[in-house]
């Protein structure tokens, strides 16, 4: 039996106890292959990879790192839910509304970030290792092997190119989720050093409006025809009202269902 101690959903390697030590992530490739047999599912004609929270944060890892393309006929989406952190796409980062103890919800759904590199904060002084994976696609500690076999130019590229979803839950603005509805921080450290958001909800409203950023630099400097003829239309955002950190709540959600099945 192949078993993870930490970090499964940055697509590290299982403990080696089995005699073998493979990657989270190589589980996830094998299990979409094998769906993907046309002689095993000679009707499949859409994968789902969907997770919440620790969930969220393994589908846009994969989502990024995986080289796993659909077959003809297929279509592979991903979901990212509520994730307490991404692995941005380039070297900056959100210049972030405010580091009070709670976010305000009405303030983070309205707001428009601007972006740039961490250089020095008040609070924490200088950021170190703030680009590194999988926080980012700097590689110069170690990253898990998998991520490692793939350039970082491949791993931005592909990632632009694939059908993901970000869904917010527009109540999960606890920076350090003990209740379901999100509302209970109490006992827990703020995170004053976050370079992502200071709650569920900026980390990944930022990230989105992040992903749109590069798609028009990119698609503006002519370095990469899909994302051109893409344009922003394969990453979206499905905003699920009044629902904090609770992984029920947010897939039976009408809003995430109908995103998922837009079904007439």
Same mark, same amino acid.
């Given at each position: 039996m192949l078993t993870w101690e930490e970090e499964w959903f940055f697509g590290s390697n299982s403990s080696a106890d089995a005699g073998l030590s493979l990657s989270s992530f190589s589980i996830i490739d094998e299990m979409m292959a094998t769906m993907m047999d046309i002689d095993l599912y000679p009707n499949l004609t859409s994968i789902i990879l969907i997770g919440?929270?620790?969930?969220?944060? $393994? $589908?846009?890892?994969? $989502?990024?790192?995986?080289?796993?393309?659909?077959?003809?006929?297929?279509?592979?989406?991903?979901?990212?839910?509520?994730?307490?952190?991404v692995a941005y796409l380039t070297a900056v980062r959100p210049v972030l509304i405010s580091r009070d103890t709670r976010c305000d919800n009405n303030t983070v759904l309205m707001h428009n970030w601007s972006f740039a590199v961490p250089?020095?904060?008040?609070?924490?002084? $200088?950021?170190?290792n703030y680009d590194e994976y999988p926080k980012g696609l700097g590689m110069r500690q170690n990253p898990p092997p998998y991520v490692a076999a793939r350039k970082v130019d491949e791993m931005r590229r592909a990632f632009l190119k694939r059908n993901v979803t970000y869904v917010a839950g527009t109540a999960d603005v606890c920076p350090c989720i003990t209740s379901f509805d999100g509302t209970n921080c109490s006992g827990h450290a703020v995170p004053t050093c976050s370079t992502q958001g200071m709650c569920h909800l900026e980390t990944l409203l930022a990230f989105a409006q992040h992903v749109q950023q590069v798609q028009i630099e990119i698609a503006s400097a002519d370095t990469c025809d899909a994302c051109v003829d893409r344009a922003l239309s394969s990453h979206r955002l499905v905003k699920v009202p009044r629902t904090g950190h609770n992984h029920c709540a947010m897939f039976q959600a009408d809003e995430t269902l109908a995103s998922m099945f837009p079904f007439p």
């Open positions: 919440h929270s620790k969930g969220g944060v $393994a $589908a846009q890892r994969f $989502a990024l790192s995986s080289s796993l393309e659909p077959r003809q006929g297929v279509t592979l989406n991903y979901y990212v839910v509520n994730p307490s952190s250089q020095y904060d008040d609070a924490c002084g $200088a950021i170190a």
